[in-house]
């Protein structure tokens, strides 16, 4: 049974060979555990994020998700704070019991408020304005909660496993991880958040059950990656320049922030995930709101996790065609500056076809050539750093600098009603969008600066060996 099982093993390992590089065996099984983490994370994610969406439009209103966004920016700063105090006083292990189980446990609250509020929009309006406030409450609370999960979960895992992986096996292993997290993103929110609509069923709340046991099953299999894998291969990257001075710093929650502010390749970091998440912000905008003119209730929730699926799909088809090795021949700063280019025709094309199958094709593109190329790129770029920079900046690039960029695009998008309500709708969609252009293209070209800078410093810093911060 084990010579079948090393056979099996090995005819991955050959299959995996030309996308993503030779690895030794037991490297090869760390990358494995370590994929099945992120697709049970990634699927669960991308099953929420659908549903949050369409929960939030059903409950509250589609003009009001730039709202919701800005609203999360806001009430992420304290769980950010307390997340960054637990990063002081635990161990990675066990942040990794300690949210799990916290969102886990939210999820099927949440699935048991459902039942009482996804009610059609007539009957809501009967049982009066205090019912009614009440759900826009359940709409807000869990747009958050799922934000937060996106922040602080995905960033804890690749915190984690930057701090657990040697530069050059990170190069071919991170891609493989991404490539396995795919899987989860295909399958659980077709399977999962599609479900209650495919059944017959009013709400979502089956899919929230489902989804918050499916969260608590993280814990387990981290324990069991720990446990398998050789203690030789959960070792960082440790410049010759390495010293211990981290442990002397003041202690503090803003201490990521101050790492932050006082280092350019950090704030280079920064400003990469903030371009893009802010133009992707008023591409996904529009998307929902066209979707929810078609789609309502658990129906919307079924296109939205069709859509999901639809991502993960191309992403793993990219990798599979072997994108990621632009990262391993051309180097993680070619990979770096091709998503500004790449998101520059995306801007064009939004700008000349704004029709709902159109968006649907531009948001899983947008998504997955930035999940499958310019993801795995930008987790590498903590390689060279210290542990606190890995930990507790990356928490606050991660978690500020994709919300406070979701917001500013949010802010931006709540300009489309008002424009609509001076010009009359077609005209005022139009001076929508060509403000849009005016400001999204200038930003394309600094990211564009911003992300050579990022591939020659990284570049330069693996080559001498030395923590850029």
């Known amino acids: 049974m084990a010579k079948a099982s090393g056979g099996v093993l090995g005819f991955f390992q050959t299959i995996c060979r030309f996308n993503f590089g030779n690895f030794e065996r037991e490297e090869f099984k760390k990358f494995l555990r370590m994929g099945l983490i ?26 009001h998700l730039p709202y919701a966004k800005t609203v999360s920016v806001i009430a992420l700063l304290p769980l950010v704070m307390f997340y960054t105090k637990l990063l002081e006083k635990t161990s990675r292990e066990k942040m990794f019991v300690i949210l799990p189980v916290f969102y886990g446990i939210t999820a099927l609250v949440f699935a048991a408020v459902m039942l009482i509020v996804q009610i059609p929009h007539e009957e809501m309006a009967q049982r009066g304005g205090f019912f ?12 958050l909660l799922v934000e937060s999960f996106g922040s602080l979960v995905v960033a804890l895992f690749w915190a984690f496993s930057a701090d657990t992986t040697e530069p050059t096996s990170a190069k071919r292993g991170f891609p493989l991880v991404v490539a396995i997290g795919q899987l989860g993103g295909i399958l659980f929110p077709y399977s999962v958040g599609g479900l209650p609509h495919r059944i017959g069923l009013t709400t979502d709340a089956l899919s929230l059950f489902v989804l918050g046991i499916l969260t608590l099953l993280i814990v387990p299999l981290v324990r069991y990656f720990l446990r398998a894998t050789p203690k030789t291969l959960l070792t960082a990257f440790h410049g010759k320049n390495e010293t211990s001075t981290e442990k002397k710093q003041e202690p503090g929650f803003l201490e990521g922030l101050k790492l932050l502010l006082k280092n350019k390749y950090l704030l280079a970091i920064f400003a990469a995930n903030f371009i893009y998440e802010v133009v992707v912000t008023i591409f996904d905008f529009n998307f929902k709101v066209s979707a929810s003119t078609v789609y309502t209730g658990t129906a919307l929730s079924h296109y939205l996790s069709v859509y999901g699926s639809s991502v993960n799909t191309v992403s793993l088809l990219c990798l599979l065609l072997g994108i990621s ?44 050539i930035n ?9 590498q770029l903590y390689i060279p750093t210290t542990p606190d920079v890995k930990f507790k900046a990356q928490a606050w690039i991660e978690t500020f600098g994709s919300r406070s960029s979701k917001q500013a695009g949010s802010m931006f998008n709540m300009s489309l009603a008002p424009f609509q ?30 992300a050579v800078y990022l591939g020659r410093s990284f570049k330069k810093a693996i080559k001498s060996n030395t923590v850029i911060c």
């Open 325 to 368: 090795n632009i990262t391993r021949f051309l180097g993680v700063g070619v990979a770096l500056a091709l998503m500004p280019i790449i998101v520059g025709f995306a801007l064009f094309g939004f700008l000349t076809l704004n029709t709902l199958t159109f968006l649907f094709v531009l948001m899983v593109g947008s998504k997955a």
């Open 371 to 379: 999940y499958a190329l310019n993801g795995p790129a930008l987790k």
């Open 38 to 63: 992120f697709a049970l994370i990634i699927g669960v994610y991308w099953t929420l994020r659908p549903l949050k969406d369409a929960v939030f439009i059903q409950l509250v209103d589609k003009l």
């Open 132 to 143: 009614i406030g009440f759900t826009r409450v359940i709409g807000y609370l869990f747009y």
């Open 421 to 450: 309500k001076m010009f009359g709708e077609v005209t005022g969609k139009g001076h929508y969008l060509m403000l849009s252009g005016l400001i999204c293209f200038p930003l394309l070209a600094f990211w564009l600066i911003v």
